[in-house]
């Protein structure tokens, strides 16, 4: 009953396309580019969501909304966000029968706007610090789309602060990667490196760009969210300024931090197999489903329904409202009933057969590793609680050990050459190279900077690229 999805060694863009089907996560849009998120993947983005929102508010930040449409004239305001952007704007000339006086950017990112905003709210000291996020739609025009992981239109989150001083700002830079990694690693089973961004790879108009970075199971990097320290450079192109506690004006300094369902695309990377989806117990919308089982339907609806429903009732006050289903699609061979949730990522599955209820019991079926074994109803509830944090923590455990085991150190730009053809995952290497040399590399070999490491931040060597002493370490890695 596989057939439906390609195994991952002979087509991995093809299999990642094919889980994402069998689990009716999305679909394609009728605009190029463009995907429509189905119910399966959306019940999944609002579970992401949940976690950072509530991380966000715990941090002191607010939601608000921001417009859509951004005149043309604030992305020009700051130099290099026009030009990092610019290529990927969709910009509308005509409404209302009209054409424009000036053309709208669908927003790609709302820096400008905000910014825009900020400046009329900012008069003194006492108005900062602003700690704002928005949840949104964003439009970036991609010439090559792949669902979740690149889309014209996507969403995310996307928080902008502004702080009196550089210290606040960077601290609250930092502060929200953090944040990001926890939730990413305790939440999603996505261990992350967490580095900054290499001047070649820092977004358009930041000072600072600090990222989070995870292997996928093809062994390629994937940017899961980045923290951007600002400085004043927004604040400067749109006149954020206050008047200090000493009677100065003085410029703010901003900062900006998101992630997006790209993040969907990493838990179908990082966990799934040739089966499906697989989803980590603490943001799967549905954590277990119960299946009452049996030849004859009389007994199945008179005796092992209700105790389903029973055991699902206990569950859900356990582990939260609708966290636990039972299937009742008794028009279904057994069989196909336990593979559509399989294929589904559903974490665990709660059999309820004649055998079972005669012993007063259920069959625990592990997603993760498939092992299944009984246990008596009184135990259940505890059980099953216990089971999914260890599917829980098994699926990060496995994915982090599958990290290690493909990273590598090189001492020279021959033997990173070697490395990555013959074993690919992430390269550690100290490097001291230029936006040039960054460009170099990325064109001979696809290989980029993924980010100097923040654990390893004091480690210096030899530059594996131009001999240079003192040389940060990095981590290099072909990446989606």
Known sequence: MAKNITPREEDYSQWYLDVIKAAELADYAPVRGCMVIRPNGYSLWEMIQKHFDEAFKDTGHVNAYFPLLIPNSFLEKEADHVEGFAPECAVVTHA????????????????T????????????????????????????????SRLFLRTSEFLWQEGHTAHATKEEAMEETLKMLGVYRKIMEEVLALPVIT?????????????NTYTCEAMMTDKKALQA?????????????????????????????????????????????????????????NVAPVKAVILPLGAEEAKVTELYEPK?????????????????????????????????????????????GEKEYSKESVRLVRRDTGERFDVSWDRAPEVVKETLEAIQANLYKRAKDFRESNTHFVESFDEFKKVLAEKGG???????????????????????VRCFP????????KCFYTGKEGARLAIF????
Request: hydrophobic letters at 35%; charged letters at 25%.
């Open 96 to 111: 209302g029968g009209e054409e424009l006086e000036e053309p709208l950017v669908v927003r790609p990112t709302s820096e």
């Open 113 to 144: 706007v905000i910014g825009h905003m900020y400046s009329k709210w900012v008069q003194s000291w006492r108005d900062l610090p602003i700690l704002i996020n928005q949840w949104c739609n964003v439009m970036r025009w991609e010439k090559r």
């Open 195 to 207: 580095g900054e961004k290499s001047e070649g790879e820092r977004f358009p108009g930041a000072d």
């Open 225 to 281: 969210g980045t923290s951007h320290f600002l400085g004043q450079n927004f604040a400067k192109a749109f006149d954020i300024t206050f008047q200090s506690k000493e009677g100065t004006l003085e410029y703010a300094w901003t900062t900006s931090w998101g992630v997006s369902t790209r993040l969907i695309g990493a838990i179908i990377m990082t966990h799934s197999d040739n089966d499906g989806l697989i989803v980590p117990p």
């Open 308 to 352: 389903a429903q029973e055991l699902a009732a206990t569950l859900n006050d356990i582990l939260g409202k609708r966290s636990v289903k039972v299937d009742t699609n008794y028009h279904m061979r057994p069989a196909d009933r336990f593979f559509y949730h399989l294929q589904r990522g559903v974490p665990l599955r709660i059999e309820l």
């Open 426 to 448: 992430f390269i550690k290497a100290y490097f001291a190279g230029s936006k040039e040399d960054e460009r170099a590399i990325k064109e001979e070999t696809m290989a980029t």
């Open 454 to 461: 923040l654990d390893e931040e004091h480690a210096r060597g």
């Open 477 to 480: 890695a072909k990446a989606y």
